[in-house]
C-alpha cells in the first residue's frame, strides 16, 4: 500500500468515525490530528498522522490473524506469532502468517499461512497435477476438511512436511524436525479450523 493509498484509507475511516461517537484511542486520536492538520493546510503533518493510525489498524488487523495459529498443544511450547502484512511486501507476497512450536525433546514445528501470492497459481498447478506429486519420493496426496493436501517425508528422517490449498487463494504449511512420525503435525491441523481460516485470510 503506498503513502497515498493509506492515506485515503484513514480519511474515508476518518469520514465514517466522524459521524458517530469517538473512542479516546491512539486510531481516534490520530484521525482527528490528521483533521486538524488538513484543516490548518499542514498536509505533511496530515499525511503523518494518517499513516500512524492505518498502522495502529493494520496492527489490530494483524492480531486477530494470530487467533487463526493454534495455541501450544500438551507438552508443546511456541513463539509469539510472526507475521508480513503490510505495506509494499504485502503487494509482492501477499499475507503471511506463522508460529514456531518446540518440546523438551527438541521437536519442532512450524506453521505458515500464506494468502493471496503471486506463488499460489504455481502451487495449485502441483496440487491439482497427480504427476507432479508422484514425480516425488515419499510424497502423498490426502484431503483434510474438504481441502487438498500434499504430506512429504524423507524415509528414515525426523523431517516431515504437510501443504494445503485452502481454497484458491490460500496455502497452509506445516513442517517438522526432530519427529519420531507425523502424529504432532496432524494434531495440530486438527486444531485448525480451515473455513475460518480461508475466511479471514480473504476478506
Known amino acids: 500500500m503506498t503513502g497515498f493509498q493509506r492515506a485515503r484509507t484513514a480519511l474515508a475511516l476518518a469520514a465514517l468515525l466522524g459521524s458517530g461517537p469517538l473512542l479516546a484511542d491512539e486510531v481516534h486520536e490520530q484521525l482527528d490530528a490528521a483533521r486538524s492538520s488538513y484543516d490548518a493546510g499542514d498536509l505533511r503533518g496530515a499525511v503523518q498522522a494518517l499513516q500512524f493510525a492505518v498502522t495502529k489498524i493494520q496492527e489490530q488487523m494483524t492480531g486477530k490473524l494470530w487467533q487463526l495459529l ?81 504430506a512429504e517425508h524423507a524415509k528414515g528422517s525426523g523431517d516431515w512436511d504437510m501443504k494445503l490449498m485452502v481454497g484458491t487463494r490460500v496455502y497452509l504449511n506445516l513442517t517438522g524436525s526432530g519427529l519420531a512420525d507425523d502424529k504432532p503435525l496432524k494434531a495440530y491441523l486438527e486444531a485448525m479450523d480451515l473455513a475460518a481460516i480461508e475466511k479471514a485470510m480473504t476478506e
Open 70 to 150: 493454534p495455541e501450544p498443544l500438551a507438552g508443546w511450547q511456541a513463539d509469539e506469532p510472526q507475521s508480513q502484512s503490510a505495506g509494499l511486501l504485502s503487494a509482492i507476497a501477499g499475507t503471511n502468517l506463522s508460529r514456531r512450536y518446540y518440546n523438551d525433546d527438541g521437536a519442532e514445528i512450524e506453521i505458515a499461512i500464506m494468502a493471496d501470492s503471486p506463488m499460489l497459481g504455481m502451487m495449485g498447478m502441483m496440487f491439482s497435477s497427480p504427476y507432479m506429486m508422484q514425480a516425488t519420493p515419499g510424497t502423498t496426496a490426502f484431503t483434510h476438511q474438504g481441502y487438498r493436501g500434499i
